[in-house]
C-alpha cells in the first residue's frame, strides 16, 4: 500500500507514455495494412484479360506477393497489440509483465511489417523497371533500406530495454540462492 501510494505519479506518466506510444505506432501500422491490403488487388504491371497478373510467373513476382503478404500480417498484429495496450486497465501489475510484453511484440512486428513493405516496394520495382531503366533500379532499391535502417536504430534501445526489464534480473522476482555450476 505504501509502495503504491508513493508511486501514483510515477504510474500516471507511465500510462501517459504508454497511451501515447500505442497510439503513435497503431497509426503507423493501420497505414500499413491498409497499403499492403490495397497493394494485394492492385498487383505491379496489371492483371491480363483472364484476371491473371501479368508477372505471374516471375520470381521476383512472387517475392512481392509473400513480403506484402508478411506486411500484412505483421502489421495487423501490430495493431492488435497496441489496442491491446490502448485498452488495458493500466494496473500495477500489468506494468511489470503484460503491458511490456504487448509492446515489445507490438513494435518487433512493425519493424517486421515495415521491412516487408520496403521488401515488397523494392520487387515491385525491380518487376516494373526490369527492361527499361536498370541503372535507377539499383539504387532506389538500395534507398529502400534507410527507412528500416532508421526505425531499428531508433528504436532499437527501447526493445533492449523492455526486453532487459520484463525478461531479466528483477527485485520483483524471488532470485534463487543455489547456483548450479
Not at 13 to 20: F, N, T
Not at 41 to 53: A, L, M, S
Not at 54 to 80: G, K, Q, R
Request: glycine share 4%; charged share 10%.
Amino acid at each position: 500500500m505504501v509502495f503504491t501510494e508513493s508511486h501514483k505519479e510515477l504510474l500516471a506518466e507511465g500510462r501517459e507514455w504508454m497511451k501515447d506510444t500505442a497510439s503513435s505506432c497503431t497509426v503507423v501500422a493501420a497505414l500499413i495494412v491498409t497499403m499492403a491490403f490495397a497493394a494485394a488487388f492492385t498487383v505491379p504491371g496489371g492483371n491480363q484479360d483472364n484476371g491473371n497478373p501479368l508477372f505471374l510467373n516471375y520470381h521476383v513476382f512472387m517475392l512481392f506477393i509473400v513480403s506484402d503478404a508478411v506486411a500484412l500480417f505483421s502489421s495487423a498484429t501490430s495493431v492488435l497489440m497496441f489496442l491491446g495496450i490502448l485498452t488495458s486497465r493500466y494496473a500495477e501489475a500489468d506494468f511489470l509483465y503484460a503491458l511490456p510484453k504487448r509492446l515489445t511484440i507490438g513494435l518487433l512486428s512493425l519493424f517486421m511489417s515495415l521491412a516487408a513493405t520496403m521488401i515488397a516496394f523494392s520487387s515491385a520495382l525491380a518487376l516494373v523497371l526490369k527492361d527499361k531503366v536498370t541503372w535507377i533500379a539499383a539504387p532506389l532499391i538500395i534507398a529502400t533500406s534507410i527507412p528500416v535502417c532508421l526505425f531499428g536504430l531508433l528504436q532499437f534501445p527501447l526493445l533492449v530495454e523492455l526486453v532487459k526489464s520484463t525478461y531479466g534480473k528483477s527485485i520483483f522476482h524471488q532470485q534463487n540462492s543455489q547456483r548450479i555450476h
